[in-house]
Nanobody
Framework: QVQLVESGGGLVQAGGSLRLSCAASGHVFSGYAVGWFRQAPGKEREFVAAISWSGGSTYAVADSVKGRFTIPRDNAKNTVYLQMNSLKPEDTAVYHC?????????????????WGQGTQVTVSS
C-alpha cells in the first residue's frame, strides 16, 4: 500500500494556472501507475490524466483538458504532478490522485487501489 497526499489546490481566476502535487510514501513510487481524477459537486468522479510507472511517453489526458493539462512525473522525488493551464470555471472540483500496482492503468478507475484525500481547485469566472 502506498500513501498519497495531494497539495497545490486553491482559488484561481479563469485563464490562470495551478500545479498540483501528489506525494507518495510507504513504497517505492516508481512501481505504481498514477492517475488524477476529479469530482465536482453532484457529479461522478471523472478521469483527468494518467501516467505509467516509468513516465515518459506513456500517458493520457481526458479530452476535456487536452492541450491545457499535463502530468509530469519525478520518481526521484516520489511525486507526480498535474500542471493545469488555461483553467476554466468547469475545472472546479476536488482533485484526487490515485495509484495502481500496474505499469499503466489509464482511465480504468477500478484498477486504482490507493487514493489521496484530494485537494480543492476553484476557478472563478
Amino acid at each position: 500500500q502506498v500513501q498519497l497526499v495531494e497539495s497545490g489546490g486553491g482559488l484561481v481566476q479563469a485563464g490562470g494556472s495551478l500545479r498540483l502535487s501528489c506525494a507518495a510514501s510507504g513504497h517505492v513510487f516508481s512501481g505504481y501507475a498514477v492517475g488524477w481524477f476529479r469530482q465536482a459537486p453532484g457529479k461522478e468522479r471523472e478521469f483527468v490524466a494518467a501516467i505509467s510507472w516509468s513516465g515518459g511517453s506513456t500517458y493520457a489526458v481526458a479530452d476535456s483538458v487536452k492541450g491545457r493539462f499535463t502530468i509530469p512525473r519525478d520518481n526521484a522525488k516520489n511525486t507526480v504532478y498535474l500542471q493545469m493551464n488555461s483553467l476554466k470555471p468547469e475545472d472546479t472540483a476536488v482533485y484526487h490522485c490515485a495509484a495502481a500496482r500496474t505499469w499503466y492503468s489509464g482511465s480504468q478507475l477500478h484498477e486504482y487501489t490507493d487514493w489521496g484525500q484530494g485537494t480543492q481547485v476553484t476557478v472563478s469566472s
